[in-house]
């Protein structure tokens, strides 16, 4: 249901059906995240940004074990989604660390998440081409 260009239209109501059926059964939450990753978007940010909204709703959910299976490849699309140069793509990536409960699981995670996601937070509070982008950036 991810694949099909009319996603705006129902995607609210699928993000929540998915964040419901994950509450119910967390051990489901590898197979929801990866599922997702394989069909990131590439090249339409409006479509990118609704996926790392689904994303962080399902951070909500995530029990700490569930993440741990699912960091590396999540973070690797994070790290993707915070170095681009569509501002609102990076800047709506860079919003998850305002997230207390995300924060918490990249800290107690902080070996495997800090080597991925260094270059590209490091690369834009140098310069990326959005202010804003580079300003939220050198606040993380």
């Known amino acids: 249901m991810h694949k099909v260009k009319s996603l705006s239209m129902y995607h609210p109501q699928l993000a929540y059906c998915i ?3 994950l509450e119910k059964d967390a051990a489901l939450t590898e197979e929801v995240v990866l599922g997702l990753l ?3 978007p590439k ?3 409006t479509k990118e940004v609704m996926y790392l909204n689904e994303v962080e ?3 909500e959910v995530m029990e700490p074990a569930e993440f741990v299976k699912v960091q590396e490849p999540l973070f690797h699309q994070l790290a993707k989604s915070v170095a681009s140069p569509h501002f609102q793509v990076a800047e709506r990536a860079l919003y998850f660390w305002n997230n207390e409960y ?3 699981l990249v800290g107690d995670n902080v070996e495997v998440i800090l080597p991925i996601m260094f270059a590209p937070l490091y690369e834009n509070s140098q310069g990326h081409w959005n202010r804003y982008v580079g300003c939220d950036t050198i606040l993380i």
């Open 19 to 21: 964040v419901q059926f």
């Open 38 to 40: 394989r069909y990131w």
């Open 43 to 45: 090249v339409n940010s």
């Open 57 to 59: 709703d399902i951070f």
């Open 102 to 104: 995300f924060c918490n």
